[in-house]
């Protein structure tokens, strides 16, 4: 792999009960576990923090791919939503659903686009095969 560009990032205190700092100082935020985990859930938590990741990127990949393909990707938009459970071997595991609108191409065209930006999203490929990745198109 060509290295384009690498972010860094420091985790401190109690893990998800403790703060998160990327080296620029651009993201500064207090981690706590989530209310539904049995925690306060004032901070933020890893998967959240995934969540706007991968919208983010993703949402890039479809846009680059659809300017390619010469559509329309104006007022678009991605969702993500990152569920975090137990597995089978006794740790835990990652679902994303991302949802996709891109409100001035057919349907057709847009599940065609979001599924060329899965292949090119780094994300998507980081994650393909290792956890349950989602794909819903919607019309609105």
């Known amino acids: 792999m060509k290295v384009l560009y690498t972010a860094e990032a420091l985790a401190t205190g109690d ?10 100082g651009k993201v500064d935020v207090d981690l706590s576990i989530q209310k539904e985990l049995g925690g306060t859930g004032t901070g933020t938590n890893p998967e959240e923090l995934f969540a706007v990741g991968y919208a983010a990127c ?3 990949a479809l846009r680059l791919v659809g300017r390619q393909e010469k559509a329309d990707v104006s007022d678009s938009a991605v969702g993500a939503k990152v569920s975090l459970g137990s597995n089978d071997a006794g740790g835990f595991a990652l679902a994303v659903e991302l949802e996709i609108v891109l409100p ?3 349907h057709e065209t847009a599940v065609a686009l979001a599924d060329k930006a899965h292949q090119v999203c780094p994300y998507s490929n980081a994650t393909r095969g290792n956890i349950d990745v989602t794909l819903t198109v919607t019309d609105d």
């Open 104 to 106: 001035n191409v057919d």
């Open 15 to 24: 893990g998800r009960d403790g703060h998160g700092r990327t080296s620029d």
């Open 58 to 60: 993703y949402h890039s």
